[in-house]
C-alpha cells in the first residue's frame, strides 16, 4: 500500500525549510520526497490542499495517569489528545502511582499503551525506587524492559552521594537521566514567582535562583560523571548562563522547557486562577522573552507539553492549596503557532524544538521529514483561527490555562506510520 500526499507545504526541520511540495509513503515509511510535480504513482492519494504537512510531535514529559489515577487521564484519552493535537510520539512520565520503577510495571504500562493509545509511546521509568532519593532503580533491567530515559521529575535528588551513583550507572549503560532543576529547599510550598506581584497577593514564592542553583548542582554532577543529561523544564533567564556553559565545556546536556512558560507569565495568574497554576510557576515577561531567544538560538533545544492532568477537585481550591500542572496535548501546536504568528519562530524552528531534537536526543527515527524516516505526520492550517473550548479537548482533565482563548492553528490530520489516526470532521 503506497500513499502520495500531494499539493503540501513541507516544513522540514533538518533542512531548515518551508516549501512546496509532495512526500511518498509506503509500508509505513517515506520512499520519496520532492518539491517539484510528483511522478509517482500510488494506491491512495492524499491533497494536503496547500496546507502545512510537518513532522509529527515528539513530546517528552508527559504524565498518563495510569496506574492509580485513572480518573484523570488514561492511555486511550490521553492517545486520543496527543493524536487530535498532532502529537505522534508520547515520551511519558513515571510519577505515577506507583511509581514506574520496576520492569514488572514498566511491562503493564507498555502494554496498556500499545492496547488503548493510537499514537507511539516511549516510557521513561524512575530514576530511584519510589523516586523517594533513597536508592537507585535497576537501571539495566529497566532499559532492557523498554524504558527510555530516568527521572524522579519534580521529586529532586536531595542526597548528592545517591544522584552521583546512579548517574555513574546511567553512564555505565549509555542512558539519559532527566531531571527537574531546583532547589527543593527554597522552592517547596511556593505557588508562584518571587515578584512585587505575588507580593501584592499574599502568594508564596519562589525566586528564580532556586532554578539556577539546582541546575548548578545538576551539571557539577554531569561534569563528574559524565552522563547523559537532559534538564526537563529550564523556565528563568538567571540559569542559562549555566546551561550555555556546560555546552561550551562540550558535556552532554540538553533543555527543554514547556510551551506555558513561551507563551504566558506570572501576570497571567490575575485573580487567582488555578488553571495557570504550574510548576516551576509562571515567571516574568523578562524570562519569558530570555526563553523564546534561547529556542531561536538552539541554547534550549526541546519545546514540550508537560502535560500534567488535574481533575477539578484539585484545581478547585484556594491557590496555594491547588493541585499544580496544566493539559497541553492538544494545545501545544497552537500556543507554538502563536510564536510563529508573533515572528518570534519559524515553522521549522518550531518543528526542529518539538519533534526533531527530542526524536534525536532519545535516539528515535522520528521527528524528520526524509527517506526512510517513519511517516510520522501532522497536517495543519496555522492561520485557522478558533476559540479553544476546554469542554472539547479528548482529555479526561480539562486543566487548561488556555480555555476561551482566540488561538491559531487547526491540525487537521495525525498519520501514525502512514495510517491516519486522527481526521477533523
Not at 41 to 70: F, H, M, N, Q, S
Not at 77 to 101: E, F, K, N, Q
Not at 159 to 187: C, E, F, I, W
Not at 339 to 368: E, S
Request: aromatic share 6%.
Amino acid at each position: 500500500m503506497t500513499t502520495l500526499f500531494t499539493n503540501a507545504r513541507l516544513i522540514d526541520p533538518s533542512r531548515n525549510s518551508d516549501a512546496p511540495g509532495w512526500v511518498l509513503v509506503c509500508d509505513g515509511k517515506i520512499t520519496a520526497l520532492g518539491n517539484d510535480t510528483p511522478s509517482e504513482t500510488a494506491d491512495e492519494t492524499i491533497d494536503c490542499g496547500g496546507k502545512c504537512l510537518a513532522p509529527g510531535i515528539v513530546d517528552i514529559g508527559v504524565k498518563v495517569c495510569e496506574p492509580g489515577e485513572r480518573h484523570k487521564e488514561s492511555y486511550k484519552t490521553a492517545g486520543l489528545a496527543a493524536a487530535a493535537g498532532g502529537v505522534t510520539t508520547m515520551v511519558t512520565r513515571p510519577d505515577t502511582l506507583p511509581a514506574i520503577d520496576t520492569p514488572e510495571v514498566l511491562e503493564f504500562v507498555e502494554r496498556r499503551a500499545n492496547e488503548a493509545a493510537p499514537v507511539n509511546v516511549v516510557p521513561m521509568a524512575a530514576l530511584t525506587k519510589g523516586r523517594e532519593g533513597k536508592e537507585m532503580t535497576e537501571i539495566g533491567f529497566l532499559m532492557d524492559a523498554g524504558a527510555i530515559a530516568f527521572t524522579d521529575c519534580d521529586h529532586v535528588v536531595t542526597n548528592n552521594k545517591v544522584l552521583s551513583r546512579a548517574m555513574t550507572y546511567a553512564r555505565a549503560n549509555g542512558a539519559l537521566v532527566m531531571s527537574h532543576p531546583q532547589d527543593p529547599g527554597l522552592s517547596k510550598g511556593a505557588s508562584a514567582n518571587a515578584s512585587k506581584f505575588a507580593a501584592l497577593r499574599g502568594l508564596p514564592a519562589v525566586s528564580p535562583m532556586a532554578e539556577r542553583m539546582g541546575l548548578d548542582r545538576d551539571l557539577a554532577l554531569v561534569e563528574m560523571t559524565g552522563v547523559k543529561y537532559h534538564a526537563d523544564q529550564i523556565t528563568a533567564a538567571r540559569a542559562l548562563p549555566a546551561l550555555e556553559r556546560a555546552k561550551k565545556n562540550g558535556f552532554d546536556v540538553t533543555a527543554g522547557t514547556s510551551i506555558h512558560h513561551l507563551t504566558l507569565n506570572e501576570l497571567d495568574v490575575a485573580d487567582y486562577r488555578t488553571f495557570y497554576k504550574v510548576k516551576p510557576p509562571l515567571r516574568a515577561e523578562e524570562d519569558r522573552l530570555a526563553l523564546v531567544e534561547a529556542v531561536k538560538s538552539g541554547l534550549i533545544d526541546v519545546i514540550c507539553s508537560m502535560h500534567t492532568p488535574q481533575d477539578e477537585e484539585s484545581k478547585r481550591l484556594p491557590f496555594e492549596e491547588a493541585a499544580s500542572g496544566a493539559v497541553g496535548l492538544e494545545t501545544l501546536l497552537p500556543a507554538a503557532m502563536q510564536l510563529y504568528q508573533n515572528g518570534d519562530l519559524t515553522l521549522p524552528q518550531l518543528f526542529k524544538a518539538m519533534a526533531l531534537n527530542p526524536a534525536n536526543r532519545l535516539g528515535l527515527p522520528a521527528g524528520r521529514i526524509e527517506e526512510g524516516a517513519p511517516a510520522d505526520f501532522v497536517v495543519f492550517d496555522p492561520d485557522a483561527p478558533f476559540i479553544l473550548d476546554r469542554f472539547t479537548l479528548q482529555s479526561k482533565s480539562k486543566n487548561t490555562p488556555f480555555d476561551g482563548a482566540k488561538m491559531q492553528g487547526k491540525v487537521h490530520a495525525t498519520y501514525v506510520a502512514g495510517k491516519a489516526v486522527y481526521r477533523r470532521d
